[in-house]
Structure formats: structure tokens, C-alpha cells
């Protein structure tokens, strides 16, 4: 019944309904109503304003308007005082709180922002990029995949390049072999000086901006409209640690590549034999490599021609014999002969 009620009147005795409030009205006027006349409204009795006639049950009589005032003027007050109970309780807890973050020594500046951050947008990405060139002291490294590079992205970065070099912050870029052949980067290299120093692989990692060891810059989606900054320590470290070790591999842009040791096959148709050798398709090559796929396809179409190979099968099986199947080194391998090539052997 009360369930019921509730329902159909969701309200208390400071706002009665309409069809109460004529009950009750009555009620008051007339010192009792008949039971059916309550049926409709069975709030009236939820809220104690009627109740039973002790005399004759067949009939309700009213709770006096003076009783139900003194009950809604005591539950006011009992809510009033419970809010200033809550109040007091979150001021006391508010000012334990502060008081603990008084004591807390405050970070250093190296590792202030969040440990991971996501960059939404070119726009963050650049502010981003550009707060931690004004920060930056002493080092930036970097790694720079996907080939010859574009004048504009050259151009993009080109305001805090500068900036770091006039104030004497040394610079170390990675470059695949490829971006040798750009006159963009050259253009770039010469007009940063002494102040960058370059070096290429046939393969590098994703893109990789790296700011005095302590903060660290990477793609979080394919198309690079998104990236993460990180200030943990731990992973900051792991991508130094990462750079450091390719750099070691990596051969001086004033370097010229090491030859490879056997006749008409290039560094670079090494380094695709080796990655064909692998089993990777033509596209994943190209772009390990930074290239083209139809540049890709050229190379491997004249690996084919200098291996004597008349299909892909045989190819696997010449690029295995000549030795090449493996990354490129530094140094040919001595006395190498190509296979059914018999006026062909290794310089």
C-alpha cells in the first residue's frame, strides 16, 4: 500500500497534490471525512495527516494543521543541521588534505607533466614539441624514417632547430641510407654547421624526437596525427638506450656506403636481398627501406638479372649462395663469386 502510494504521489506533507490537498482541507473543516473519500489519495494516510477515528473506523480524522507545522519545522531543522555536520566533516578533511600536500617535496622540473601523455592534433603536437625546445639545454636526438625527406617537413621543424643551435645544443640525427640522395637534408645539414651530426642505416625505427634525456616524443597512430609525450624515466631511458645502439651501427653522412664485394650489386640491393631472404613482400620492404615499391621492384629486378635467377624461387636460392642473405656489413666479404656468372667474382 505505501509502495503504491509513492508511486502515484511522490511528494511530502510541505507539498501536498491537488486531490490531497482538498481531502485534507475538508478534513480540518469538518473534524473527520469517511473512509472513501481517502481511497483516491492514500498519501493523506502515508503522511500521517489522517488517520482512523478511534470511535468509528469507518471514518478518518485530521492531524492538526498546528502538529504537522511543528513536525516540518523539526524535520527542517534535523536536515539543516546533518548538512552543517557534512560541511564540517569535508572543511576538517579539506585542510588534513592540504596539510599533506605541504609536506610533499616538490618534483623537479625535469620531471614535471604527467609520465604519458597523448597529443591530439598537429596543433598540441607542435606546442608540444615547441615547450620542450625551450626547455631543452644540452642534447636533442632523433630518428627520422620513411626516405628522402620532404622539403616541408625539413621547413616544419627548421624555427626550433635553430633556436637549439644558437643556444649550443648539440644535435644527432638518424637517417636511412636513402635520405642521402635528398638535397633537402643536405641543404639542412649544411646550414646547421657543426651543430648536427647525422649518420644513416638501411633501416630505422618509427620517428623518435628525443629532448636532454628526459622527455621523449613518438607517433601514436599511423598517420602521425597523434603522438605521445613521455617524461618516465624508465622509458626514456629504454629509448636512449635504443638510439645509442643504432647510432653505433649507424655510417657518418660524409661516409660513402661500404660496398657490398661483389660486381654490379649495390648496398642498397643487399640490404633487399637480405629482407627477400627474410620472406617480407615487395611493399614491406620498400617501406623499411624507405623507398618506392616500384623503386623496390627495379632493384629486385636487377638483383635477378646480375644473380642469373629467372624467378623469385630462384632468386631466394642465388641470393643464398651468394652469401647475401644476410644484413650488409661494413666490409665485403672476401672472394665472393656470383653464381652462373663465371666472369663475375668479388672485387
Not at 598517420?223 to 622509458?235: F, K
Not at 623496390?296 to 635477378?304: E, F, T, V, W
Request: proline letters at 6%.
Amino acid at each position: 500500500m505505501a509502495g503504491h502510494g509513492a508511486e502515484q504521489h511522490p511528494h511530502g506533507a510541505d507539498r501536498l497534490c491537488e486531490a490531497g490537498d482538498r481531502v485534507y482541507s475538508r478534513a480540518v473543516r469538518r473534524g473527520r471525512v469517511p473512509r472513501q473519500d481517502a481511497d483516491p489519495v492514500p498519501c493523506l494516510l502515508e503522511l500521517a495527516l489522517l488517520h482512523p477515528d478511534p470511535d468509528d473506523m469507518d471514518w478518518l480524522v485530521p492531524t492538526s494543521p498546528q502538529e504537522v507545522m511543528t513536525r516540518l519545522l523539526r524535520g527542517m531543522h534535523d536536515e539543516v543541521s546533518a548538512s552543517q555536520r557534512r560541511v564540517g566533516s569535508a572543511v576538517a578533511a579539506v585542510e588534513w588534505y592540504a596539510g599533506l600536500g605541504r609536506q610533499v617535496r616538490p618534483a623537479a622540473p625535469a620531471a614535471e607533466g604527467p609520465a604519458i601523455r597523448v597529443l591530439d592534433g598537429l596543433a598540441r603536437i607542435q606546442a608540444a614539441m615547441d615547450e620542450a625546445t625551450q626547455a631543452c639545454t644540452a642534447e636533442v636526438l632523433t630518428v627520422q624514417p620513411g626516405g628522402i625527406r620532404r622539403e616541408a617537413e625539413l621547413s616544419e621543424g627548421l624555427h626550433r632547430a635553430l633556436a637549439l643551435r644558437g643556444r649550443g645544443v648539440r644535435m644527432r640525427d638518424l637517417y636511412t641510407h636513402v635520405a642521402r640522395h635528398g638535397q633537402g637534408l643536405l641543404t639542412y645539414l649544411e646550414l646547421m654547421g657543426d651543430a648536427v651530426e647525422a649518420r644513416t642505416l638501411d633501416e630505422v625505427i618509427d620517428r623518435l624526437i628525443l629532448f636532454d634525456r628526459t622527455v621523449a616524443f613518438i607517433p601514436a597512430n599511423t598517420d602521425r596525427t597523434m603522438a605521445l609525450e613521455l617524461r618516465h624515466p624508465a622509458i626514456v631511458e629504454y629509448l636512449v638506450t635504443v638510439f645509442d645502439r643504432l647510432w653505433r651501427l649507424a655510417i657518418p653522412l660524409k661516409a660513402p656506403l661500404p660496398d657490398t664485394g661483389i660486381e654490379g650489386i649495390s648496398h642498397r640491393e643487399q640490404s633487399i636481398a637480405a629482407l627477400l631472404a627474410e620472406g617480407h613482400q615487395d611493399a614491406v620492404i620498400a617501406e623499411r627501406l624507405g623507398i618506392s615499391v616500384r623503386t623496390c621492384r627495379a632493384h629486385i629486378a636487377r638483383l635477378s638479372e646480375t644473380l642469373g635467377a629467372a624467378s623469385r624461387t630462384q632468386l631466394g636460392v642465388r641470393i643464398a649462395q651468394a652469401g647475401l642473405d644476410g644484413p650488409p656489413t661494413s666490409a665485403p666479404s672476401p672472394s665472393l663469386s656470383v653464381p652462373d656468372q663465371g666472369s663475375r667474382t668479388a672485387r
